[in-house]
């Protein structure tokens, strides 16, 4: 089935015959859904710590970076921005000139009070030779809209999300990108210094790059630090072959193989490369104003506090296991393994074996919120490849539809994962994990997409906080709604949260 130059292509790429293989071959078989056992709630597999337990978690966190740990903020930043103006583009296309729809009546009655409407003022001026409100005066709004989505404007319609202006300040407004620098100096700097990794695509790093020597030396004297900033790309052996309906290669008009990136799984990658005790992971566009950032920060360390008390006990009883312990002390480990970071032994033989096997693994706390109906995952008690049942993020892709009793569990399930995480990623004796090893293969899935007009498969690689951290230690704790901020569309950006 595979071609010389297919053979060619794949090595370019660093991809193996046999990753292409077992890729065709799942096409073929699909993936299995996942066996649950119950949706996470408070006090079933979610922590709602009390003001004092805060307090300690806080002290904890500022405890453990003040002895010298390496810490870094880890921001996947590499999606485009496009679909947050799908109803500007769709306005531009219209057959019609004038906001008629709720959503573009509210962009337009608003308009000022966008970030971004200074420079789309001033290239309005340039390219059409008036301002907003002179074009909005004349009815000319679509040459508003197509200004600040259309390359000879400000392109906000190919940019990635991290280099849109999303707030105002009097010093000017700032992007994503800048308020996650800032988030990073206030939580996550230790020994001075405040390390921040941004993942973005390839034809946006130089962008990247230009605009953090730009802004991050302001800030480096505003918080009285040093920043280490670093990038990288999603790696080109993290891509997946596109297949036909019929599972066959999906190939290019000149024959080639059609590949796509594995989606935010292939990440795991990425991560593993970084150098550090502890990362945290947040999405680029969940960023507030300084004026709401206090909530953000003191529940970032406190998820942080929760994850290196929980490491210590972790560590301490590895150790314990290396000496020889005795059967009371493997009673009390197992108590931890079960209560304090949720495993639940099913058929398994307890043993210092198995307690070894749970505890010397990644580790990771998750903030979760309450659900208010927004699209993702979900926090769930799932059974493992291994027969014991422990915490999951879960994607609705990942669970089967016609099984009423899980669709129950994900539509009525209290809480919600806004990609809030803080990963411990050593292990006892101070040696890195290798990630990749504990990503659980079977948690893919497969999409329809099209290309050219025609239909094709493609494959996402377990994402990077579902599958492919299933085999981590994972904790969740219950933080505030007003943790949570994501702007899906240009609009979100006019919501009280982002003003």
Not at 64 to 70: D, Q
Not at 160 to 183: A, I, Q, S
Request: charged share 25%; glycine share 8%.
């Amino acid at each position: 089935m595979l071609t010389q130059q297919d053979l060619k292509q794949i090595a370019q790429r660093g991809i193996s015959e046999e990753q292409i293989e077992t890729q065709l071959n799942e096409f073929k078989t699909g993936f299995p859904f996942l066996k649950l056992e119950a949706a996470a709630a408070v006090g079933n597999g979610i922590i709602a710590p009390s003001e004092a337990e805060r307090k300690q978690y806080v002290e904890a966190w500022q405890q453990y970076k003040a002895e010298g740990k390496k810490v870094v903020k880890f921001v996947p930043a590499s999606g485009a921005a496009s679909r947050m103006f799908k109803n500007m583009f769709a306005f531009v296309d219209a057959d019609y000139d004038v906001p008629t729809t709720d959503f573009e009546k509210k962009y337009f009655a608003d308009i000022e009070k966008f970030a971004f409407y200074d420079a789309l003022d001033a290239v309005c001026r340039k390219n059409e030779g008036k301002g907003i409100k002179e074009l909005i005066a004349a009815g000319q709004y679509k040459a508003v809209a197509a200004n600040m989505l259309k390359k000879e404007g400000l392109n906000y319609g190919q940019l990635p999300k991290g280099m849109l202006l999303f707030h105002k300040y009097e010093e000017g407004p700032r992007t994503p990108m800048e308020e996650h620098l800032v988030e990073g100096a206030l939580y996550a700097a230790s020994n001075g210094e405040a390390h921040v990794h941004f993942t973005v695509s390839h034809e946006h790093i130089e962008f990247f790059k230009a605009k953090v020597a730009e802004k991050a030396d302001g800030f480096a004297r505003k918080y009285g630090i040093k920043y280490d900033i670093s990038f990288s790309e999603q790696k080109p052996s993290t891509d997946t072959v596109a297949a036909n309906p019929d599972n066959t290669p999906f190939r290019e008009a000149d024959g080639s193989l059609l590949f796509r990136p594995g989606g935010h799984g292939a990440l795991i990658q990425n991560l593993n490369d970084i150098e550090a005790d502890v990362i945290f992971i947040k999405n680029i566009d969940n960023v507030v104003p300084d004026r709401l950032k206090p909530e953000t920060v003191e529940w970032k360390q406190v998820i942080a506090g929760v994850l290196v008390t929980l490491q210590q006990k972790a560590f301490a009883y590895l150790r314990l296991l290396d000496a020889g312990a005795t059967d009371a002390q493997l009673k009390e480990i197992a108590d931890f393994v079960e209560n304090c970071l949720c495993v639940r032994p099913k058929q398994q033989k307890v043993d210092a074996a198995y307690l070894r096997r749970k505890l010397n693994r990644p580790m990771r706390v998750c903030g979760v919120v309450k659900n208010v109906g927004e699209p993702g995952g979900g926090p769930f008690l799932t059974y493992n490849q291994d027969g014991t049942v422990s915490l999951q993020i879960l994607e609705s892709s990942q669970i089967d539809t016609h099984n009423e009793a899980y669709m129950k569990m994900f539509t009525q399930g209290t809480h919600f994962n806004p990609v809030d995480l803080v990963c411990a990623v050593r292990d006892y004796k101070g040696q890195p994990f290798d990630l990749p090893s504990f990503v659980d293969k079977t948690t893919g899935f497969i999409s329809s997409k099209s290309k050219g007009g025609k239909e094709l498969k493609a494959l996402e690689l377990p994402g990077l906080w579902n599958g492919a951290m299933s085999d981590w230690s994972t904790v969740f704790v219950e933080v505030p709604l007003g943790t949570f901020n994501p702007v899906k569309t240009v609009n979100d950006l006019l919501r009280e949260q982002h003003q």
